[in-house]
């Protein structure tokens, strides 16, 4: 594993082509602190399936029904990463996607209630590691609590930002934030990608999330 972070973006200058919107909203040192909390988890596989939604039966079986019917959408399975403080941060992300090739952007959408989003906002910058189909274990642990979720796990800095290039991952996109918008109960992240490389490994399966479980193209 590799600390070496000597092209990332200093901490607290704005990206170039960064937007006001996505400034803005960084919060305030305490409030990450706050926000910390005690989340068994920082990721959810189906949308909202830690968002409470009160005691009325019908609002919970409609709840339910929308993350059932959401599950049927099977996806890949990325891990989010920045640099915070010259510690690696990361989360498990299920909802990424691309938006824009000219100009080059993609989008994520971490839960308001992330431990990790805040931390990686305030950087401004953020690497996107697509998984391989042996990296269940690698997903799980990018999802769970704790204070060093990289522990075990070989990593390198991203060729312009520095955040964390997962080993083994079949691919990774290197991006600073352009915009961040608030929708409902979570964020919807847009960012610029600045670079992007894919694995020569022998390994091309992706890991994939389907109705529950993980899942993989063979």
Not at 2 to 11: F, I, K
């Amino acid at each position: 594993m590799s600390r070496e972070t000597s092209h990332q973006v200093p901490e607290g200058e704005i990206p170039d082509g960064m937007s006001p919107d996505a400034r803005e909203t960084w919060p305030h040192p305490a409030l990450i602190d706050h926000w910390l909390g005690d989340a068994e988890v920082d990721f959810e596989f189906r949308p909202g399936e830690d968002v409470p939604v009160g005691d009325d039966p019908a609002a919970q079986a409609a709840a339910r029904r929308f993350r059932d019917v959401l599950g049927t959408f099977g996806s890949g399975i990325t891990v989010i990463t920045t640099v915070s403080n010259g510690e690696p941060v990361g989360m498990t992300c299920q909802s990424f996607s691309s938006v824009s090739l000219d100009p080059p952007l993609v989008l994520f959408v971490p839960a308001k209630s992330s431990r990790a989003w805040p931390l990686i906002q305030r950087t401004g910058r953020f690497c996107v590691n697509i998984l391989a189909a042996d990296q269940e274990s690698v997903s799980n642990q990018m999802a769970t609590k704790g204070s060093d979720k990289f522990a075990g796990i070989d990593w390198r800095p991203a060729e312009v930002t520095g955040s964390p290039v997962i080993g083994g991952a079949l691919s990774h996109l290197d991006c600073t934030i352009q915009s961040v918008h608030e929708s409902g109960d979570h964020y919807v992240v847009i960012g610029k990608v600045e670079h992007l490389e894919t694995s020569e490994q022998d390994q091309t399966e992706p890991l994939l999330y389907f109705r529950g479980r993980y899942r993989t193209t063979d």
